[in-house]
């Protein structure tokens, strides 16, 4: 009877093979049909699930995932397999890498291909942290033997290194030092539209005063209109009250 990690239960046991090591035994031994003594990595369809739901349906695994993917009829007959899940897609990056052998480096042991998880519909989507290795057995393997046509993915989340992180925070700490006025200028208080009309309004109610320009008593002798109305025959009324009686010989 076949054991699972779970029930075997050993202590201070890691799963973090190579990449020969997963090509050259775990995938060859499961395209050949051979069983393992512990079942390790199990057999799911990745895209009928989210990558976020994928670390509980592993076997093993704290944060790198594995699992052996069916490859369906589409990418069997040469077409580009469907990576679409019920809320995004997985999309390739770059080109595959090619895996060699370490013992014998002109030997090809495999593939890979890295896609990367995006939330939406395609072309558009939102791009997240989560990344698969999709590692396949190169395609004049086995070519006389039946085998079961399957590959194998790692699935994992990208952490954002500690170096990034300090510089993200040193662009930030420059960005502020560099623009203290922007900081100021945002503290101000914002006038709003409603106070604007009320203050427009004070202005146009406010009464408009006369402007009566101030004469003194030689500008007033000055001014051209009032010369007209000053009379030889008359004394001048802005000097002294004028007395009539002495006017009409009285």
């Known amino acids: 009877m076949e054991k699972t990690v779970s029930e075997s239960n050993l202590p201070g046991f890691r799963f973090h093979p ?18 393992l003594n512990f079942d ?12 976020w739901e994928l670390p509980g349906l592993a076997r093993i695994g704290e944060r790198e995932w594995y699992f052996f993917v069916p490859r369906g009829r ?11 899940t019920e809320k995004g897609f997985w999309k390739a990056t770059g080109s595959d890498r090619t895996i ?5 480096p002109k030997r090809i042991i495999g593939l890979r291909k890295t896609l990367v998880f995006y939330e939406g519909r395609a072309p558009r989507g939102c791009k997240t942290d989560w990344v698969m290795n999709e590692y396949r057995l190169p395609g004049d393997t086995f070519t006389s033997i039946d085998k079961e046509d399957i590959v194998l993915c790692k699935i994992y ?5 500690l170096k990034e992180l300090e510089q993200r925070a040193a662009m930030e700490e420059d960005a502020r ?6 900081v100021e200028v945002h503290q101000k208080p914002m006038i709003s539209v409603d106070d604007y009309d009320v203050e427009e309004e004070k202005i146009e109610s406010k009464p408009t005063e006369l402007q009566v320009p101030q004469f003194n008593q030689l500008e007033w002798m000055q001014d051209p209109f009032l010369t007209q109305l000053r009379s030889p025959w008359f004394p001048d009324p802005f000097l ?7 006017v009409l010989n009285f």
């Open 100 to 104: 060699r052998s370490s013992k014998d």
């Open 157 to 161: 989340r990208k952490a954002t290194s």
């Open 177 to 182: 030092a560099s623009s203290p006025s922007d």
């Open 18 to 35: 190579t990449e020969e090591e997963l090509l050259d035994f775990y995938l060859t031994r499961a395209v050949l049909g051979k069983k």
């Open 240 to 246: 002294q009250p004028p007395n009539y009686a002495n």
């Open 74 to 84: 589409k990418s069997l007959n040469g077409g580009r397999p469907n990576r679409t």
């Open 40 to 51: 390790i990595i199990g057999v799911v369809n990745l895209y009928r699930h989210e990558p």
